[in-house]
């Protein structure tokens, strides 16, 4: 049973270009949250999904970000118009259903802003 | 609203010493808490998950202990080695709320 999966690993981006960040959560795992870990930061939650819908978006910031977990394909975490503040490590995790015990994560991605 | 704290933030210990790390949580209305490992440019390993009705877990050289009541849990690493090098966070959830909330970490040296 594959991991939750991230890709890319590694992207980077010029101010005002869009960043697409997808997660594949691990097979049978319908819940999906992102986390994002600034540089000498902890992880901070930005959302939590199941498919086709948004159940927590507290963490979002207000513009230029948006998360979708579509009935098919992956999670996909996208910001437009990137700023050098948006640099930093993107976590994808997954979890079968609600009342899981825990959320398994993926190896991230990062994201760099020049 | 959690808030979880790691202290020390830093901590260089020599090979095969025991050591505790600590982490606290301001609400006591936890699902359970897990510790995590990272190692440097990686993702996210899960260690020990405590559930709110437990006292500790134990696997292998680590024993995490969770006392709701001061809003405290350690972590124990028994005989240190190199390997056991990383940054550990620990991170709860509440009831009834599925996003974790994190420490800022300790990063853990050991010196061969």
């Known amino acids: 049973n594959a991991g939750v999966m991230q890709n890319p690993r590694h992207l980077v981006r010029r101010r005002g270009q869009e960043a697409r960040l997808r997660c594949s959560p691990m097979?049978?795992?319908?819940?999906v949250y992102w986390y994002r870990q600034l540089p000498e930061e902890g992880l901070k939650f930005m959302v939590y999904?199941?498919?086709?819908?948004?159940?927590?978006e507290s963490g979002m910031p207000k513009e230029r970000f948006s998360a979708e977990f579509p009935k098919e394909g992956p999670s996909i975490l996208r910001i437009q118009q990137v700023v050098r503040g948006d640099s930093a490590a993107y976590f994808c995790?997954?979890?079968?259903?609600?009342?899981?015990?825990?959320?398994?994560f993926g190896p991230g991605t990062r994201l760099t802003v020049l | 609203k959690q808030e979880v704290t790691q202290i020390p933030a830093a901590l260089s210990v020599p090979e095969g010493e025991n050591l505790v790390l600590n982490c606290s949580f301001t609400d006591s209305a936890i699902y359970n808490l897990q510790w995590f490992r990272q190692d440097p440019g990686k993702g996210l390993t899960s260690l020990l998950l405590?559930?709110?009705?437990?006292r500790e877990q134990t696997s292998g050289r680590l024993n995490a202990s969770l006392d709701k009541s001061s809003g405290r849990s350690t972590l124990y690493i028994a005989a240190s080695q190199p390997g056991d090098s990383a940054t550990y966070l620990c991170?709860?959830?509440?009831?009834?709320?599925?996003?974790?909330?994190f420490g800022t970490g300790t990063r853990l040296t050991i010196i061969p």
């Open positions: 405590i559930q709110s009705s437990q």
């Open positions: 999904l199941q498919k086709e819908n948004i159940i927590d």
């Open positions: 991170a709860a959830p509440n009831f009834g709320n599925e996003k974790l909330t």
């Open positions: 995790a997954s979890s079968p259903d609600r009342e899981a015990d825990t959320q398994y």
């Open positions: 097979k049978g795992h319908s819940h």
